[in-house]
């Protein structure tokens, strides 16, 4: 069991995803509120998730090295402050163009957030659980697309799109607090890593010749561009298929993240033992569930094939991140780095995709999109064996990762899920 502290620490840190998830994805929702608001086709509205890709995949390496040495807590305080500026901004935007930059902004930020956040939840458990802390903290994932998305979709329809990212700015607020108030003191890096900059610098890009890695951040790209080619889209697909907007979309979009939450918690309770698995089992209902909405396929099997397809993306991430901080157990900020690199790769590639199939008038290709690129995921984890295991040897005997309280007791037992 993870001691009190300790698991409000987790609670505080999937809050702070929850947030970050919900602004990052609350364009899918409200893509027709902002298109009319500002006075642009949906398409360019699309765009918004690509550029801040494109930004936050740019920046994410240097930036993570560049603050290896800033206390964990600090960092990750200060990222969520420059989210709160960013939503301010933006839910005060005249134009597109203002919209945009202010999205840009919390796009820096983005990549040492997320490189850095899972690394901070497994230093918080004993070795060997790192999988399950991280699918703890992810599940502010899932609650963002079952929760976040669905309501703050919901509200911009009542109250308009800006009363939507204004609220986001007030919950990022109280994280900034929370985490300031209930995180553990972490120092920045161990005593024997490197300290001077660009030392940390080339270990970010040496992360990246390591072969797991590289076969993880592959996977990633594969399957995010094609995942994003037609979420980024749902909103136009599913009122194709099934006649579904306004609070239908957000009903959808409310069961959505429910299986997505579900299936989180399924996977968290297999991950540190048979990751590969359960890989190849999401990324088979992936592509079977995209594969039912390439046709127009009335309103069932729209329904059933959306609940599928967000029971199994949402909790693809937990096994690629816990995947990425077991096969590089020294370098798990830069390599954190790079995989959130090559997740926001496919978060702007697919969203450019799409838009350009959107454009083009070619909406009902996205879902056979996501469904082959599924597919040639599933073709890497069944060739990587060695990174992708059947099983994974159960750790020895727990340590404590951290130190407790001044006049705390050790208890080996008060630090076991």
């Known amino acids: 069991m993870v001691k009190l502290h300790h698991r409000g620490a987790l609670v505080v840190l999937g809050a702070s995803c929850f947030v970050y998830v919900t602004a990052e994805t609350i364009p899918v929702g409200l893509l027709p509120q902002i298109a009319s608001g500002l006075a642009v086709h949906e398409a360019d509205v699309g765009l918004l998730l690509t550029s801040y890709a494109v930004v936050a995949a740019v920046t994410t390496v240097p930036l993570t090295a560049l ?184 009903v959808l979009l409310l069961g ?28 088979a209902v992936i592509a079977g569930s995209l594969a039912l909405l390439v046709p127009v396929s009335g309103v069932a099997v729209t329904v059933l094939a959306t609940l599928a397809w967000g029971g199994a993306f949402t909790a693809l991430p937990v096994v690629l991140q816990a995947t990425i901080l077991r096969v590089a157990p020294r370098a798990r900020d830069a390599a954190s780095a790079v995989y959130v690199v090559a997740f926001q790769i496919g978060i702007g590639g697919g969203a450019l995709v799409g838009e350009r199939l959107v454009s083009a008038g070619l909406l009902g290709r996205l879902p056979a999109l996501t469904a082959l690129s599924a597919i040639a995921a599933g073709v890497v984890v069944v060739l990587a064996r060695r990174t992708f295991p059947a099983r994974v040897p159960v750790a020895g005997p727990a340590t404590e990762p951290l130190r407790p309280p001044p006049g705390t007791r050790r208890s080996p037992r008060a630090y076991r899920w």
């Open 67 to 250: 603050t290896m040495r800033i206390p964990r807590r600090l960092l990750l305080a200060t990222t969520l402050a420059i989210f709160v500026l960013s939503q301010v901004a933006a839910a005060s935007a005249d134009t597109f163009l203002i919209l945009a930059l202010s999205r840009l902004i919390c796009a820096v930020a983005h990549g040492v957030f997320w490189s850095t956040i899972a690394p901070v939840a497994a230093r918080l458990v004993p070795d060997g659980q790192a999988g399950r802390a991280t699918a703890a903290v992810f599940l502010g994932n899932s609650l963002a697309i079952v929760a976040g998305v669905p309501l703050g979709t919901a509200l911009g329809q009542w109250l308009g799109w800006r009363v939507a990212l204004g609220a986001l700015a007030v919950a990022g607020a109280g994280c900034v607090v929370a985490l300031l108030t209930v995180l553990p003191r972490l120092p920045a890096l161990p005593r024997d890593a490197a300290t001077r900059t660009g030392a940390q610098l080339r270990a970010a890009v040496r992360i990246i010749r390591s072969g797991p890695v590289a076969v993880v951040c592959l996977l990633t790209a594969v399957v995010v561009v094609g995942h994003f080619a037609a979420y980024t889209y749902i909103a136009p697909l599913v009122r194709r298929d099934g006649g579904l907007e306004g609070p239908g979309l957000s």
């Open 256 to 283: 959505y993240g429910a299986a997505g939450l579900l299936g989180t918690w399924v996977v968290s309770r297999l991950v540190d033992r048979r990751p590969r698995a359960v890989l190849l089992g999401l990324i």
